[in-house]
Nanobody
Framework: QVQLVESGGGLVQAGGSLRLSCAAS????????MGWFRQAPGKEREFVAA????????YYADSVKGRFTISRDNAKNTVYLQMNGLKPDDTAVYYC????????????????????WGQGTQVTVSS
């Protein structure tokens, strides 16, 4: 069992930055691949970014590529999402998630790949 707690959300002006953190419980954090998803009002939850167990492989949605950076610190059981150049369209609740494994290429973007989810943190970007 893995428990995930997100933090770092808030209100920011367009063009600003935020850094989200997701702290995981347990001593097996490094055995999980991690991902960030987001859900805007009235929309489905969508993939944002993912990172492999050791951190050597990262994946991004086209909408955030070049602006967001995912990273992890296995010693601190934490995964981060650095968000720069924020836009109003980035407004959403952001969730981190843990996966026992990524399958074939592309599965890291799928909601069903992930086994554990956090409660989410609100990010609001004003224009």
């Amino acid at each position: 069992q893995v428990q995930l707690v997100e933090s770092g959300g808030g209100l920011v002006q367009a063009g600003g930055s935020l850094r989200l953190s997701c702290a995981a419980s347990g001593r097996t954090f490094s055995s999980y691949a991690m991902g960030w998803f987001r859900q805007a009002p009235g929309k489905e939850r969508e993939f944002v970014a993912a990172i492999s167990r050791g951190g050597s492989n990262t994946y991004y949605a086209d909408s955030v590529k070049g602006r967001f950076t995912i990273s992890r610190d296995n010693a601190k059981n934490t995964v981060y999402l650095q968000m720069n150049g924020l836009k109003p369209d980035d407004t959403a609740v952001y969730y981190c998630a843990a996966a026992r494994a990524f399958g074939v290429a592309g599965t890291e973007t799928a909601f069903s790949t992930y086994n554990y989810w956090g409660q989410g943190t609100q990010v609001t970007v004003s224009s």
